[in-house]
């Protein structure tokens, strides 16, 4: 069976820092991955997918994919407090995506 | 671009009733949706994958004849939960696809609780 893993944390975070984010997945085959972030009682929200192995920026947010090791990171430069929430890595494959079990990170202000 | 309505977004039944729920691609033409339910602090389950027209496939341990789900159009979904019991209540979300690159919607989550 397929797994995403992801530390529950939480994560604390000064605001103005780094935080960064990790993920490993077990299926070696997968080609897409997809980092979602969900505030407390709602939905899931796409920040990045990511698809080839090294670095994919956009604004404050870096998704890093290392295949070979199986392992996806999602770094936040410049920490808000509105980016605190629980953050969700995804794998697609066959269809699908299949959900890590989510990090909640908190921004401290 | 890329909407997905889903409705009601709270509903509270009586232990035994059935309880539908909709979601719906407002400008675009979803190819498959999908059914997931959360629970508290627990990340998002797969419960079912739906294409226009035909039969949903159900995951491991998801009971078909207890969710219902028919997608009977490229822009509709429903979900039935019938019989519901207490141990149903949880946060159901909808999501659709065009296919392809085009990435995974979700739909705004439908917080269901049984009494």
């Known amino acids: 069976q397929k797994e995403v893993e992801q530390n529950s944390g939480p994560l604390s975070v000064p605001e103005g820092a780094i935080a960064s984010l990790n993920c490993t997945y077990s299926?070696?085959?997968?080609?897409?991955f997809f980092w979602y972030r969900q505030y407390s009682g709602k939905s899931p929200e796409l920040i990045m997918s990511?698809?080839?192995?090294g670095d994919k920026e956009d604004g404050r947010f870096t998704a890093q994919l290392n295949k070979a090791s199986q392992y996806v990171s999602l770094l936040i430069r410049d920490s808000q407090p509105s980016d605190s929430a629980t953050y969700l890595c995804a794998d697609f494959g066959n269809e699908k995506l299949t959900f890590g079990t989510g990090t909640r990170l908190t921004i401290i202000p | 671009g890329a909407v997905v309505s889903q409705h009601p977004s709270r509903v509270i039944c009586k232990s035994g009733t059935s309880v539908k729920i909709e979601c719906r691609s407002l400008d675009f033409q979803a190819t498959t949706m999908f059914w997931y339910r959360q629970f508290p602090k627990q990340s998002l389950m797969l419960m079912a994958t739906?294409?226009?027209?035909?039969?949903?496939?159900?995951e491991q341990g998801v009971e078909k004849d207890k969710f219902l789900i028919n997608h009977a159009s490229l822009t509709l979904s429903t979900l039935t939960v019938t019989s519901a019991h207490p141990e149903d209540s949880s946060f159901y979300i909808c999501?659709?696809?065009?296919?392809?690159?085009?990435?995974?919607?979700f739909g705004s989550g439908t917080r269901l609780t049984v009494v």
């Open positions: 299926d070696r085959g997968s080609q897409s």
């Open positions: 990511i698809y080839s192995n």
């Open positions: 739906s294409n226009e027209g035909s039969k949903a496939t159900y």
């Open positions: 999501s659709a696809t065009r296919g392809g690159d085009y990435g995974y919607t």
